[in-house]
């Protein structure tokens, strides 16, 4: 039986610190799904197409699947046969949203299982929004996303 988990966010625009949780999943299972979430709260700057296509073009593994998902995470998941939810956990400021969002997923099926990974040091700064931020005022991102996050920017001068 192979093992699977999803990899859930929103992804406006995918960062290293997130494929560096990709990569690492990848040592544990053996199929990741990174979940681009459609997610109204945040109003995501570029479409699910785009999120998934600079998603698809940073990584580059059989093992990985791009696909987007609307509705609950924990339907997503017994849709897919994934018993894992993959998180990335930077800060201690992440902490209370993740215990929340795990204790919750919990909640709404015990069957599915939130696993953390710690953040690699080089992007525990590094959040989607200020990559935006950064980029639509001028700044260097070249070294916190992948080439496509940095051309798709670039194409795209708009403010955060
Ligand atoms: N490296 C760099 N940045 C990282 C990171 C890493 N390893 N891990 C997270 N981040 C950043 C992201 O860039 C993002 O930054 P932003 O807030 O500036 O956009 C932030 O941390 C959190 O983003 P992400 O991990 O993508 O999660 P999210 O909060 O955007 O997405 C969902 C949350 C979509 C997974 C969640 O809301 C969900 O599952 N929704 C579906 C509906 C549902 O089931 N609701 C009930 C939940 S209990």
Do not use: W
């Amino acid at each position: 039986m192979s093992l699977i988990a999803v990899y859930p966010g929103t992804f406006d625009p995918i960062t290293n610190g997130h494929v560096d949780i990709v990569r690492r999943s990848l040592n544990l299972f053996d199929k990741v799904i990174v979940a681009v979430a459609e997610n109204v709260r945040k109003a995501p700057l570029f479409s699910l197409e785009e999120r998934a296509a600079m998603i698809t073009a940073s990584v580059d593994d059989k093992r990985v699947e791009v696909e987007s998902f609307g509705g609950l995470l924990v339907d997503y998941c017994r849709k897919r046969g994934a018993r894992v939810a993959i998180r990335g956990l930077r800060a201690i400021a992440d902490f209370e949203y993740e215990f929340q969002f795990a204790h919750m997923n919990r909640h709404l099926a015990p069957d599915v299982e939130t696993i953390f990974l710690m953040t690699s040091e080089e992007s525990f700064y590094v959040s989607s929004s200020l990559v935006k931020e950064v980029a639509a005022m001028g700044g260097d991102i070249t070294r916190i996303v992948p080439p496509a996050v940095v051309a798709a920017l670039k194409n795209r001068k708009t403010s955060p």
